[in-house]
């Protein structure tokens, strides 16, 4: 199945372009690669008469589905039906199946994705990082050569600096991008023994400096859960006592020296937290919208939701939380039913015999799930890829479908 390794390859690489060559933030290369992926997917079903087996997102979306002709009254309900469903089926679905399918047919697959996966990130980074000195101290706009499918002009200040996007329509998806991804693929480049020491610090530093450079207040909350849960599987994982105190002594230092040397980057990084906590029109409106929303949880809706698009059905803003949006989409019982989804795939993940991969996937899940309270990722692949490659680490290991 050449052809659908060919695809996976080219859909990792690409689910950075969500908003660079895009006509919108759902209409671009990602979804569109997706497309062929699943038209492949389904001729191969249909063609070996395999049994596809229900999933707890069959039955959020039937919920969904309900609701959108029982109570939707919105314009746009059947494009964020759509999306959503795209998400489940295609983003979700048919990139796992087809993941462990063409890994079950050939090893070195294996490596083919997470070498793809290490450098789209690289990439990533190193674009974002050029492109913020380049609008911040040369005034290159890279807007002019990059076409985009929306917020063409992007000039969102932290401190007195523009912050970086990468290929995403905000600096917060690149910044949730980073959350999803960096973590295996920095881990890929310490477990995959052929990376030379020096190329593994330089990629640890690019990745690192990139999400400085999007000014993301919870990318740098983020980093600080990454660095407490890599310290413990550090410190826990020693062979011996004796290495469990050297190992103990080289993280107390290396906080000391962190402290002194990078005291500049880290002023900076709490400035920007402290900005965003601390009375922002940002956390001022997730907080207001969330209040807003209390006084439609009740009778029917209160278990069902409104369907998709609910904002716009009851005439009030936007979200901007993925769990809210589950709950007023699918009310309660659908927000239960994708709780309890996250929930199975993190029993997965401490099932992973390997702790580095266990280490690696407990960074990048917890650190994306926090970010989904403050964001709304449904439509975009990459929460769902990081899922998928999971099941890739997985799936030689008993992997449930």
């Keep these: ?32 690669i997706s497309l062929i992926l699943c ?25 969904l589905t309900f609701s959108l002709f029982l109570f939707s009254e919105a314009n746009k309900a059947l494009n964020h039906w759509v999306m959503w469903t795209w998400s489940f089926f295609i983003f979700y679905f048919v990139v796992k199946k087809t993941l462990l399918y063409v890994i079950s047919l050939s090893s070195v697959f294996f490596y083919k994705i997470f070498n793809v996966l290490s450098f789209t990130v690289f990439f990533a980074s190193v674009f974002a990082i050029f492109e913020f000195f380049a609008v911040n101290f040369s005034g290159i706009d890279l807007n002019l050569y990059i076409p985009r ?6 000039q969102p200040l932290a401190l007195t600096f ?20 960096a973590p295996i693929s920095i881990g890929w480049i310490f477990i995959n023994s052929k990376k030379k020491k020096v190329v593994r610090i330089i990629y640890v530093s690019v990745v690192v400096i990139s999400l400085f450079v999007t ?12 660095l ?70 009740k009778g029917v809706n209160l278990f069902i939701g409104y369907g998709p698009a609910a904002h716009e059905t009851l005439g009030i803003g936007s979200f901007i939380s993925s ?27 401490l099932s992973i015999e390997d702790y580095r991969w266990r280490c690696c996937f407990v960074i990048s899940f917890v650190t994306s799930v926090v970010h989904l309270m403050f964001v709304d990722m449904i439509i975009y692949p990459w929460f769902w890829l990081l899922l998928s490659l999971l099941y890739c680490v997985k799936y030689n290991k008993n992997v449930e479908d």
Aim: proline share 2%; aromatic share 20%.
């Design 323 to 349: 769990y809210l949006v589950v709950l007023m989409s699918t009310g309660i019982l659908g927000l239960i039913l994708f709780v309890t989804f996250l929930i199975n795939h993190f029993s997965v993940i």
């Design 215 to 226: 000014f993301s207040a919870y990318g740098f909350v983020a980093l600080l859960m990454s």
């Design 39 to 63: 038209v492949v997917f389904f001729c191969h079903v249909k063609w070996h008469k395999i049994i596809l087996k229900p999933s707890l997102l069959y039955i959020i979306w039937a919920i």
């Design 162 to 181: 523009i912050r970086a996007r990468s290929f995403m329509e905000e600096s917060g998806q690149f910044s949730f991008f980073l959350e999803c991804f």
């Design 228 to 297: 407490i849960v890599f310290f413990y599987y550090f410190i826990v994982y020693s062979e011996s006592a004796a290495v469990f105190f050297k190992k103990t002594f080289f993280i107390l230092i290396s906080i000391v020296l962190a402290s002194l040397f990078l005291s500049t980057f880290i002023d900076q990084a709490l400035e920007v937290v402290n900005i965003k906590l601390d009375g922002s029109t940002s956390m001022n409106e997730r907080t207001s919208r969330f209040e807003g929303i209390l006084p439609y949880l």
């Design 149 to 154: 499918g929306s917020v063409e002009e992007y």
């Design 1 to 32: 199945m050449q052809i659908a390794q060919n695809i996976i390859l080219c859909f990792i690489f690409c689910s950075v372009f969500t908003n660079a060559f895009a006509v919108s933030s759902f209409v671009n290369i990602p979804t569109f």
